[in-house]
């Protein structure tokens, strides 16, 4: 990714209940080749909660909604699928049991999306 970066500060009375740190990284640019737009995620453990916090840089345009959701599937489709060294993970980030999304997602209000019929839910 080009220019997203997430930072997670934990208490140092905290950090023993951390366990099970995962990150990865989505790049939807340009057919999914370059990182300027993407995601960047964390996933971990607190006790036995898993939280997920993605941070997202999605495609701008006025009338780019269609695309917008597209890299939104395809942002939950990639993330923690594999690993680097190639092993499949069985993480999704809809597992999670809190999962937060943030970012310059580029949506606008204007009523661009009475046409888009795409349903996240079946990611």
Known sequence: MVGLMQIAF????????????Q??????????QFGNKGAVA?????YETTLCFTCAHLTAGYSKAKERVEDLVQIHKK???QSKEGVQN????EESDYKFFFGDLNFRIQGEYKDIKVKLEAV
Not at 10 to 21: E, F, N
Not at 42 to 46: H, M, P
């Open 90 to 93: 069985e993480a999704e980030i």
């Open 10 to 21: 934990i208490s140092d009375s905290w950090k023993h209940a951390i366990k099970a740190v």
């Open 79 to 81: 993330c923690f699928q």
């Open 23 to 32: 990150k990865d990284t989505v790049r939807t640019g340009v057919g999914g």
């Open 42 to 46: 964390l996933r971990l453990k607190i």
